[in-house]
């Protein structure tokens, strides 16, 4: 009995000593107990970490809520204080006995020094970089960790008095942090302090640096890759890396001598790759790759990676026309449709994973296969292109510099190497990453927006030069260096003052809005690539409920003034509006009818846009989301709800449209499709009267191919009808229905009726039928209880049942649930 208990002992004892000790770096957070309070104050308050002092303060009582009301303007003596933030922390002997323990803040925003027990060990410059230092020397059991920030001003002040002459839009420029909290013709001005992820790390033997998952070869069999590894060794021991792929064992070497800073290169392969493709064209297949750095007995450093395969590149090639721009995909040529995105709230802080969610599936959602990441926000984070892998949405990353002019001393240009160093290496192994843009209208601004004036030619030379070396040269270098990705320049190519916008590169289109131009503008001038677009409207009624504190939508209330940033804003709303529709005396009518304003003159470009592939080939209006509740561009206002924008620009991104035009009193018909060849059968363009009756009919049969849109019909309109064109419609029908009108929505001949409306539960929420017996126009559903709408802002033909579901987890009757159309603006309350 004995002698098997010493058996089962020596076995026991055997396999503990096989199995693999785990000596990899150990990470220890630092998010509890941290205070904050004003450098010139004694009393330390709660804080919150990862976050910000303007949250901190409203959530200790010290400032109001500055989303709400107007209080944006009282909150603006934040920004010019001195604040400072601690907390201790603890380490145990064997933590303390680690050859190596290090610093860590994902970000600090922006100039702080640091201080572990009281003595200084960083200081800290640029919003954008992750900021690492050594703090062995100065750490014991018992610690504690201080933070002091500096207001940028004081930096800011400083540089400009470092210069014979003053850079275009002022002192946001010599400081590294995001731009648009210096304000923006959306946004407010929240120049914040802010604090990221703070951590310790813990090590002997090996830390792991990077890894990179360089793609350098793709045919159907095989996909040719090596893996690029970069770690810091103290080992004498022979070093084992192993390479797995869908946890399989890929590929294994044995490195005898791997002391020191290392940077290993393996290869290996995938035989017969499944390709990455955007949602839209097929599976955005994500490969599980992973790295292990160990030895027979520990494992010491391991990497987990999502890899899509695939190629993207950049085309920009001469023709007869210009230049072309456009993006192939796996070789193949794509239109691109989205949205520019911007940070989706001032303080970061308050963006969680659920957020970014939800908005990028809205993305999907609208058909959308491209966002523009902003070159005056951030550079996002890690989820925000780990979600975009996986849903199959590609980006278009600006570098962080927008509408002005750069410093160009080397202490600003080596800030800026670093940060753009990181930030490359950083995004380098993300299927969604399409291109590297350098900024965003600062070349426009230089050439056409009167930064030139009143300078002497040798300062106009420095200054430009300045740009050259940030743009031209030190940007594009460390792109080329570290990753294969496509770097532009400045976006736009050309601004809309110079003719050539039409030709060649991308093009920001602010004819309409800023110029006053019509709609039908975006039909005449249309682009090779439109990059920005875009017309305001107003946000949700909860939206305008929530900053205006008020329980119902009034747009005469006094926070109205800080929550239009654009100084035309109104007047233009007004213009465009007087131009299209009848203007509403009520405020709830006026807010819905900017919104289809807005969503009239953008689905009109994007139409445009599509319908002149291949000539153009994308179309990315201006902007997706808002970052606080507020007027603006926005498909999505700042809680997260769809304006009548994001209803209709899914409507005309879908991928396969049928999309009418009106030129020279004749409406011209187009097949388009982004995917692989269609068959549109049996195509009907039906012309009815608003009751329903049919007045003329045509079938046409074809298809297109991919990224091909194809004019197969002219007919002038009164060929179809010798009824007033304000009396009729033409709908024209594949799978899908959509409705054409021939005059204004404001010279319809529209009856006031009152829908049929039945609502069933279901477990998402409600499904609810509307049909009506003659036309309704722009049908808006809406309710005080929290929820989504699948479908809004519609068109019910006479005769016809539309099904839409209302997502919610709160109970609707009819007594809740709100209807206005154009055929009556004013409510309809439903009864059962």
């Not at 992750?130 to 500096?150: G, S, T, Y």
């Not at 079938?699 to 179809?720: F, P, W």
């Not at 019910?796 to 539309?802: D, G, L």
Request: glycine share 4%.
């Amino acid at each position: 009995m004995s002698y098997r208990i010493f058996l089962v002992v020596i076995i026991s004892v055997l396999i503990a000593s096989c199995k693999q000790k785990d000596k990899r770096v150990v990470e220890k957070k630092l998010h509890e107990n941290w205070q904050f309070k004003a450098v010139k104050d004694t009393v330390w308050k709660k804080a919150t970490v990862p976050g910000d002092v303007f949250v901190d303060l409203r959530d200790q009582n010290e400032i109001p809520d500055p989303f709400k009301q107007s209080h944006e303007l009282d909150v603006q003596w934040v920004s010019d204080e001195f604040w400072e933030y601690k907390t201790k922390f603890t380490l145990s002997e064997e933590e303390l006995n680690q050859e190596n323990i290090q610093l860590n803040f994902s970000k600090i925003d922006t100039y702080a020094d640091i201080f572990i027990n009281d003595t200084f060990v960083l200081h800290t410059n640029n919003g954008f970089r992750n900021w690492k230092v050594n703090i062995k020397p100065f750490v014991r059991l018992e610690n504690e960790i201080r933070i002091v920030f500096q207001p940028t001003k004081v930096h800011e002040e400083r540089e400009m008095k470092m210069l014979s002459y003053e850079l275009p839009e002022g002192e946001r420029i010599f400081t590294r942090k995001a731009q648009f909290q210096y304000g923006w013709d959306w946004g407010p001005i929240l120049n914040s302090f802010s604090i990221g992820d703070v951590s310790i790390n813990l090590w002997n033997d090996l830390y792991l640096d990077d890894v990179y998952i360089k793609q350098e070869k793709v045919e159907d069999s095989l996909a040719s890759f090596s893996a690029r590894v970069k770690f810091d060794s103290k080992l004498i021991e022979e070093l084992i890396f192993d390479i797995y792929v869908n946890d399989t064992l890929s590929t294994s070497r044995i490195y005898e001598k791997a002391q020191g800073e290392q940077n290993l290169k393996v290869d290996f392969g995938i035989k017969n790759p499944k390709l990455w493709w955007t949602h839209d064209l097929g599976e955005p297949y994500l490969y599980d790759i992973r790295i292990e750095l160990r030895d027979k007995r520990n494992l010491y450093a391991s990497k987990a990676i999502k890899k899509g395969v695939r190629t993207i590149e950049l085309v920009t090639e001469k023709d007869d026309k210009g230049e072309t721009f456009y993006f192939k995909l796996n070789g193949r040529p794509v239109f691109m449709k989205g949205a520019n995105y911007i940070p989706q709230h001032s303080f970061q802080s308050q963006v969680n994973s659920e957020h970014y969610n939800n908005l990028l599936t809205d993305v999907v959602e609208a058909n959308m296969n491209m966002l523009r990441v902003w070159g005056g926000g951030i550079y996002e984070e890690d989820i925000f292109y780990d979600i975009c892998d996986k849903k199959g949405i590609l980006i278009w990353q600006d570098f962080m510099f927008a509408c002005a002019m750069y410093p160009g001393d080397q202490e600003f240009l080596n800030n800026v190497a670093v940060e753009a160093e990181e930030q490359v290496i950083r995004l380098r192994n993300h299927a969604s990453i399409a291109l590297w843009c350098g900024n965003n209208e600062s070349a426009e601004g230089w050439d056409r927006w009167g930064w030139q004036m009143n300078r002497s030619e040798e300062e106009k030379q420095e200054i430009w030069s300045h740009y050259e070396s940030l743009f031209q040269k030190l940007l594009p270098e460390i792109v080329a260096n570290y990753t294969d990705t496509d770097y532009w320049e400045s976006s736009p190519r050309y601004g809309r003052g110079n003719p050539q916008y039409q030709f060649e590169g991308d093009a920001h289109d602010w004819w309409v809005w800023h110029d006053a131009r019509p709609f039908e503008h975006f039909e005449s001038a249309v682009p090779r690539f439109m990059s920005e677009f875009g017309f305001q409207a107003y946000p949700s009624f909860e939206a305008i409920r929530y900053f205006t504190e008020s329980d119902s939508v009034t747009i005469d209330h006094s926070s109205f003034k800080t929550h239009q940033k654009h100084v035309r804003g109104f007047s233009l709303i007004n213009e465009y509006m007087e131009r299209d529709y009848m203007v509403p005396e009520t405020s709830e009518a006026y807010v819905y009818v900017s919104q289809l304003v807005q969503a009239r003159g953008i689905a009109m470009g994007i139409e445009a846009h599509r319908r002149a592939m291949p000539y153009c080939m994308g179309s990315l209006y201006w902007q997706l989301n808002d970052c606080w509740p507020v007027i603006s561009w926005s498909s999505i206002d700042g809680l997260g709800n769809w304006k009548a924008l994001h209803y209709k620009a899914k409507e005309s991104f879908q991928p396969q449209l049928i999309s009418n035009r009106i030129v020279n009193d004749s409406i011209q018909t187009y097949l388009i499709a982004d995917g692989d060849q269609v068959q549109f059968d049996n195509v009907k363009l039906k012309v009815l009267n608003f009751k329903g009756e049919l007045i003329k009919q045509m079938e046409l049969k074809d298809h297109v191919l991919s990224n091909e849109s194809k004019h197969i019909s002219t007919v002038a309109i009164q060929e179809l009808t010798d009824d007033p064109a304000k009396t009729f419609l033409l709908v024209a029908s594949d799978q899908t229905s959509r409705a054409f009108y021939f005059v204004k929505p404001k010279e319809l001949d529209l009856t006031n009726e009152i829908p049929q409306i039945l609502i069933n539960q279901i477990k998402s929420g409600y499904e609810i039928t509307i049909s009506s017996d003659t036309l309704l126009k722009d049908v808006f559903l809406h309710t005080n209880i929290k929820g989504h709408f699948t479908q809004n802002y519609f068109d019910v033909f006479p005769n016809q049942r539309i099904k839409l579901r209302f997502i919610t987890k709160e109970v609707l009757n009819y007594e809740g649930l709100k209807i206005k159309s154009l055929n009556s603006i004013n409510d309809h309350y439903l009864t059962k």
